[in-house]
C-alpha cells in the first residue's frame, strides 16, 4: 500500500509540474476556474521595431511642435493682456501726449451729425517759446443741431468743451487754435466744407480761468477771435 501512494503521489506532482501555466494574457475577470487565453501577438521582426521607433520618433516630433505652438500662444496673449490692462491702471501713465490730446478732444466734441470726419488733430509742434511746451492745432465739424438755438451756440459750447478738457489735464500745452468748418454749396451743386472760423487761447489766459465755474457763455469773451465769418457770429449773451 505503501509503494502504490508513492506512485500515486508520484503521478499528482508529475500532473501538477505538467499542467500548464496561464499565457500572460490570460484573462481573469470571467470568474471561471481556467484563464480564458488571449492569443499571442506575433513578433514584428527587426522592421517592425524600426516602424515602431519611426512612428514613436514623428509623435515626439509633433508633440513638441505642439507645446511650442502652445507656448507662443501663451506669450503673445499675456503680453496682450499686460498691454490692455495698461490704461485701466492710469492711462496718464502710459499713454503718449499727443495720443491724450486726440483722446481729450474726441472726448470733448463727441459724434458728428453731418456725415462728415467730426475732428482732426492738424498738430502738435514745439512752442518756439516756451520751451518744452506745444502749440495743438486742430480742425473740427461744427454739427449742424440747433437744439442750443443755433450753429452758433453749438460752435461755442465745443470750443469751451475742447479748451476745458486740454487746459485742465496738465499737459505741456502754450496754446490751442481751432479751426471750424460747415458745409456749404457751390455754384455747381456740390456740398464741401469749408472754415467759418479760428479761434484760439492760451496757456497763460487757461490758468485765469475757473474752469468749474465758468460755462461757455462766460469763457467765449477770452477766446482769441482769429477768423469769425458774420452768419457764425455767436448771438447769445456774452
Known amino acids: 500500500m505503501k509503494g502504490r501512494r508513492l506512485v500515486h503521489q508520484d503521478h499528482v506532482v508529475l500532473a501538477a509540474m505538467a499542467r500548464p501555466s496561464p499565457p500572460p494574457h490570460a484573462d481573469w475577470s470571467l470568474g471561471s476556474a481556467e484563464p480564458t487565453a488571449q492569443p499571442a501577438l506575433?513578433?514584428?521582426?527587426?522592421?517592425?521595431?524600426?516602424?515602431?521607433?519611426?512612428?514613436?520618433?514623428?509623435?515626439?516630433?509633433?508633440?513638441?511642435?505642439?507645446?511650442?505652438?502652445?507656448?507662443?500662444?501663451?506669450?503673445?496673449?499675456?503680453?496682450?493682456?499686460?498691454?490692455?490692462?495698461?490704461?485701466?491702471?492710469?492711462m496718464a501713465a502710459h499713454l503718449s501726449d499727443a495720443r491724450r490730446v486726440s483722446l481729450l478732444i474726441a472726448d470733448?466734441?463727441?459724434?458728428?451729425?453731418?456725415?462728415?470726419t467730426r475732428v482732426q488733430l492738424v498738430g502738435a509742434r514745439a512752442d518756439p517759446v516756451h520751451k518744452g511746451a506745444r502749440i495743438v492745432t486742430l480742425t473740427w465739424a461744427i454739427n449742424g443741431d440747433l437744439s442750443l438755438?443755433?450753429?452758433?451756440?453749438?460752435?461755442?459750447?465745443?470750443?469751451?468743451?475742447?479748451?476745458?478738457?486740454l487746459y485742465t489735464a496738465h499737459l505741456p500745452i502754450s496754446d490751442v487754435r481751432m479751426t471750424g468748418t460747415f458745409g456749404e454749396r457751390d455754384s455747381h451743386g456740390h456740398d464741401r466744407e469749408v472754415p467759418v472760423m479760428t479761434v484760439g487761447m492760451d496757456a497763460a489766459t487757461a490758468r485765469v480761468i475757473d474752469w468749474q465755474n465758468m460755462d461757455a457763455t462766460t469763457v467765449w469773451p477770452l477766446v482769441h477771435h482769429y477768423m469769425i465769418r458774420p452768419n457764425f457770429e455767436c448771438q447769445c449773451q456774452e
Open 42 to 90: 506575433p513578433d514584428a521582426g527587426e522592421g517592425g521595431r524600426l516602424a515602431g521607433r519611426a512612428v514613436g520618433t514623428w509623435r515626439l516630433a509633433l508633440l513638441l511642435l505642439v507645446a511650442a505652438a502652445l507656448a507662443g500662444e501663451q506669450l503673445l496673449f499675456l503680453k496682450g493682456s499686460a498691454s490692455s490692462v495698461r490704461p485701466h491702471q492710469g
Open 108 to 116: 470733448a466734441l463727441g459724434p458728428g451729425d453731418r456725415g462728415v
Open 149 to 165: 438755438g443755433s450753429v452758433s451756440s453749438a460752435a461755442q459750447l465745443d470750443v469751451y468743451l475742447v479748451l476745458q478738457n
